[in-house]
């Protein structure tokens, strides 16, 4: 504890600061941020010249006065919660299985108003030009004959689906449910990094996450006027009635893979939130290209299926037919516009890393709009200059194989040897279309609890987009967050955590 | 309400109930062995056995049996598999349960599938069972009051009662049927001290003291837990709740389709509620009870042909 730092402790005791700290603290300096680093990369809390921005204020006062004994209870009272609620993967070893949190971190992320509303605005527009390019792709073609995108690029992609070609989709809506990774770069504004159209998932994370930091942080939680999320699930539900629009009572089901699926706490808490079933494809029979589920008291019709559940996998008399996931004869009653799936099949064709570099020319194209929200400069190999560029620039790119995800198939330049490095170049000009290059970009960074202390760890920042009659943010959404030090690696399966992310009510 | 759903809820009260008996068993044994001769308490022990794994004990040590029917993980009836099974049934329909429910069954699960003999074997082992005893019983409240008594909560009543059903039918039948047709070393017929520990074992001494006072004589403890309409343990008591139970699940499904349940269940009821126990000795209250415990599985049989696992077929 710092000389002349109040050491008050009891929970109320922190409203009775002054709001504005009377002079900033830097990192390094005070106790709980030791260990803080500044780096090139821009720092959510701290400015370049180490004081607190003002957004960051109420938590700094907290931090400075609560023991380090008092952090680790909280962060500990969080774990502990995670792991009741069964927030958990299993570990197997000789024989004996344990459970595991996913890691939480218990210090909030924090955005002002002013910056979310703009990031707001700009993710409306791209899942707007993002549908209605679908809608396109499986109609008639038009930013195809115009030579927008290059017409290989998407009939090409193994995941464009020929079956989706003249299938209705309500409100032409194809992507109802999309989960875009932004990052913050170095001179502090958003930009994104992918879409992810298919079934992304993280938003249980979000929502129990902001479950345990506002038990851990009352009175700052308060105090700092944070937008609220908990309408997450109203939202969503609203959103897939809205894909049945003259009918009363639609029946409504959450299609898992199952209890050994990783996201399956995601696929139960939402159907517990929104109050509709959750099937899995043995529950599920179709008849006369209608869909019924078992019940003990017979079939039961259901008219929307928000299916977390891959395209490959959810009808294996289309699709691959090894799959015991799916439910056989689903797409010919979706088809038939018997059943509505959220999100529609064939959307993968879009997330691409490829596809990804036009949008904001797909943007301009159906909404004559500029994008409010930049893409990150990327490389596309398929392109001979650009190939070029990219060899002569191997150990300061990072190059990405097109239709991987999850942070596999790539090449981080910097940080890579000169093996590997001749390695991937070979790779790459074997195959250029399949490889996409963009430069490094530092990932913003935001107080983390750490060892015992804060310190600065880099994040990126997925909100959910919900897309149906009309468009649903809420604000915000889930912060994932690199725990190894100077990583730039979020992915929660290769040693990611998530965070709490505060919108402010400025 | 999901076929599915049904079967993980009937399942999972299932293992809890047996998880609760067998933790009593152990507890009480643990607990009685004490004022016993090492003879008597080895009987007994096989008798437990017995009556928890339907087999021969191989050995009448307290260590190595309580070691082999609590904490061996490979054994599916241990009292740390079946709260696993419990558990594992539990979080296949987690959005069905309670968050109540589910977080106090996840703690009793994570507080005790990583315990062993040795860790509970130095200090009072019979404190791990009661405490797990104390643990299944709020579990039991959770459930009752913030479980909506619909048909999820049906299905777990019909359940656990069958299941207890089937535990108390077997039990009795080890202390007063032919014990153990076919065991190398049969123990020989109860003591005194046995029925004490009988009714121990099936949370009956004082309800019954209440009933018939401190005279403990086998024909009013056969009585007893076989047909008393009022304590929970009884064999008769958990029929009606069977019976209760199969009127409130299904209600959406033609007669048609319940008739086979109903009829079973009906069958069951009447001869326990009917059933007198002067007319049972010797050979025929061991055909009663292997009876009841055979007119269980086909209840079983029953639910599952109509409500579960029925051919989608024949409902279209």
Redesign the interface.
Known sequence: MQKGVPSGLELGVEDHHPSTPAKPVRPGEAAPYAHYELSAAYDEMFTPKGHVRAHYGQLDLRLLTLEPDELLRRQQACEQSFLHQGITFTVYSDNQSTERIIPTDLLPRIVTGAEWDRVERGLKQRIQALNLFLRDIYAEGRVLKDGVIPRKLILGSKHYRREMRGVAVPHGSYVNVCGSDLIRCEDGHFAVLEDNLRVPSGVSYMLANRDVVRRAFPNVFRASRVRPIEQYPNELLATLKSLVPFQEDVSIAVLTPGVFNSAFFEHAFLARQMGVELVEGRDLLVNDNVVYARTTSGLKRIDVIYRRVDDDFIDPLVFREDSTLGVAGLFNAYRAGNVVLANALGTGVADDKAVYAYVPRLIRYYLSEEPILDNIETFLCREEKSLSHVLANLDKLVVKAVGESGGYGMLVGPHASQGEREEFARKLKADPENYIAQPTIQLSTAPTYVNGGVEARHVDLRPFILHGEETRIVPGGLTRVALKKGSLVVNSSQGGGSKDTWVLND | ????V?DSLYWMARYIERAEHTARLIAVKLESMIEQSPEDAENSWIRVVAALTGEEASTTDAHAITQAIAFD?TNPSSLVSSLRFAR?NA?????QLS?EM??HL??LY?STHGETIRSVWVHQPAQFFRQTLEDLFTLDGVTYSTLRHG?GWRFLELGRYIERAQLVSRLLDIHFGIVAPGYKNPPPPPKYFDWLVLLKFCAAFEPYCKEYTADLRPEKIAQFLLFDAEFPHSVRFSVDRVVESLAH?????PPNRRAACERLAGRLKASVDFGLIDELSGDSIDNFLVNITRQCEQIHDAVYKA??A?D?ET??
């Open positions: 309400m999901l076929a599915r049904a993980r594992d979080r296949q329909i987690r959005e968050t589910w977080e996840n703690r994570l048909e699940v299904a209600t959406g499904a409500y579960i029925y989608a409902v279209l």
